[in-house]
């Protein structure tokens, strides 16, 4: 029987309405390239937002459009997001920190028909020149005054484009599962893929997210996304902030700077901001050597990449509480966050901390199981270890212009529909997850899994080793066993026995490594992280000195 | 262009698996008939609500069946909920306290195929008897104990029924379009109408109605909804309060009585109530009588209708916020709820209650005008007041058995696609709304209209006054002019010229009625609101004392 409800598709446009209508007066702060500190309302972001509208359709963009945007945080960004998904067209956010090559790639891929492009990125796109024939038009996100010469053809200027037009717009309705943005995710192997959010998983991602135990994101905040908006969405800040009439805060390109941070966490009364850890420790290096503070600053959210237990103690010290989370380009990204359960306000404060130092708690509209080699579901006991899966309305069902069979090559949800993270995690029985290691890096030894990021931190916490990588080599008896490969801190030597008696005193005996190499360097990815794969190719005819 | 997103339905029964896997021992408290408080868990609960899926399937319940109910709020009500919506039954909720022929119609409207039924109810059931004939059976909500003897034929006992099946269901999936639940709405005229919901409103309105600027629920409230489950689902509680792993109190029949009220709220440490006006009365009143405390009950939602100044005061004293928000039955119910915005931090105590007074803001989900006769939308100034509309996923599009045909007669909804709530109000500029009349009692005199209720708070003012309905009556210049009709306290006597001057005080001249009749009774519908139709009625050939 169909019920008789309202056929009221979920549109990101209806965040904009809703905004203007109940908070035309709250303010967006952002820094630009070309303005230290640019300030306006939600009245104004709303009616520049319909201008930009009218721009797209004036230079020829039509529904279903990918609309390409290389830019950093700042309000003209924001336009963007809310007019091209607003308009029907897909906002396709590009990571200008990105190889070149990467960049052609996805702009081609995409098939952006135009590109929005903060001043800073130009040079680079220059650059690309003879690959961007296909896209129909540069527009600089900047004003007259601040035009740069360019050798590209077909640009124009933000600012004057907007100004000739009318902010009068009706933001059209349609099917909410249409594409609304667009983010290419990049891994050690292969090309960067992408991934297609919709209306729908957007606006369910916004309110699932906006929960009260998840960001609690309310008109009385006032919100800083450092995580960049070419990054899964800024984690989706640009949406359920505005929705709840939050005040905005956007850091433009300087947000790897401790003293901007702290600038406008102060200045602007930030309670509440989100970033990967390395942000983080530039802002607590900077408030310590400064002696500055972030009085109003609540509460951070840091994911990305697992926040170390020192930047959770840091903070507590600046009464700031770090929630971690976990998510994936493909999860929109809100898969777990950290949050206390009814019952747990008693904790000691290491207690806390430990808890803080897993991923978090699996949010409202995301399922997620942990499961074996034989895909059976394996207990929330905080110790067994395995593939991490999740499905929801805001999890990828596959990526753009590749198999959306499930169970098939290049599609990454599993016949039963489940999405496989590639991560190796434990699930406490509060439902607390913790990532142990990633599915290809995780070493499988003798029936056992062995996680090579437990493996790692304990050498990490040896005074001797600088960096250490751990990887599964070939092993007659064992079929693999780990390796340490381990860089020595400056003027220091070490034996691999000395290193393994150290870890002995951590590490259960079946994590232990059997042996350890040291070397001068190690390969990374262009993201910064260790390339493991890299790795295992050039430790290809290892061999252990000895068979156990 | 299609996102690439999962495809997943969003499932009420997705509810009971997220908070049995993630909050297995959080507590549900109940008052029953057979038993003064029960107490189980989420895990108890979802057990049970499996079990009763497999039972109603015994009893050859299908797929879009209506299995109606006719109970108080307590933990078997809950597991039907899940139990009959999760299996892709509608859950049709009826409220025992209408008039019986009422009843007997609404049962056949709806076509139930059973009926679950409180033993407090089995007289009523018994008396419908030679109305039931379609209805294949009838499960009394209690244990072998407390079964009442009964004429009826086809009666199964509940405990019994579940006891004997396997706690193994699984949830299907299917269309989240899907009728859920429904509820029937009584007005003044004509036969109750029903209002079918689906797991998608139900979903969304939970989602939304969960935000921290809505009821803020979280896993560290203790909810009590003292809204009836039969009345517009509890306002949405035992589907955003199970969402969040709240701890969930249940009063049972006993919601109108102060002092099991405020047992519960002081035992069990509620934090979080809602209900109508008159409920917080009889709270109050024992408060004030027994000289104790809610202390931990922080806010109160109150609806159903205008919630008076006093309440909001007296309950200031002891320590809880009143939160006034809006809805009805074809709203799922929330509409508008009291929210400050941010910038508002500093308002005085009478400011705030001011505030308090009008019906909220409009949340997110729900867009809402007020219009004129012509249907033009009018400004949100805080004095204009029109015919409110609102819009929105969790919206009724019609009746059931009546048209869908937005325009046409029967349905609810107009020819622009908004649902005509039959409310007159006024919007501020901050967005509060304040409901001034109903659309068919509003005095529309010479092109304005006069509020029916604003003179009537203003009469109830007067010490003579004990009760007062004003209606609009033919006036040769004005078409209407403002009569009213008043009850005199016991033992006083007042000459209609002695009223209106003093409603001059308050009243703008315009608004003043043109004369005062005094009666002995006043009309009053089922539920107890004033019956303005019959009203009207009595006095259609009244004519004006003299014409101005």
Known sequence: MQALMMNSQLMISSILVHAERNFPETEIVSVTADEPLHRYTYQDFAARSRKLANALEKLGAKF???????????????ELYYAVSGSGMVCHTINPKLFPDQIA????????????????????????????????????????AHMPQTSLENVWCYEELIAEQSDVFTWPHFDENTASSMCYTSGTTGNPKGVVYSHRSTLLHALGGSLPDVTNASTHETIMPVVPMFHVNAWGIPYAGIMAGSKLVLPGPKMADGETLQFLIANEGITYSSGVPTIWLALLDYLDKSKTKVHKLSRVTVGGAACPRSIIERFKAYGTTVVQGW???ETSPLGTVFCLKRGMEDLSDSELVDLQCKQGRGVFGIEMRIVDENNQELPWDGVAFGALKVRGPWVASGYYGMSQEPGTEGCPVDEHGWFETGDVATIDPNGFMQITDRTKDVIKSGGEWVSSIEIENAALSHPKIAEAAAIGRYHPKWTERPLLVAILAEGVEATASEIIAFLSQTLHKWSLPDDVVFVKELPHTATGKLNKLALRKTFEDYQFPESH
């Open 105 to 144: 790639y996805i702009i081609k891929h995409a098939q952006d028909k135009l590109l929005f492009v903060d001043v800073l990125v130009m040079p680079l796109l220059e650059a690309l020149k003879p690959h961007l024939s296909e896209v129909s038009g540069f527009i600089v996100m900047t004003d007259k």
């Open 327 to 329: 998510g994936m380009t």
């Open 64 to 78: 279903g459009d990918r609309i390409g945007t290389l830019a950093w945080n700042d309000y003209r960004h924001l």
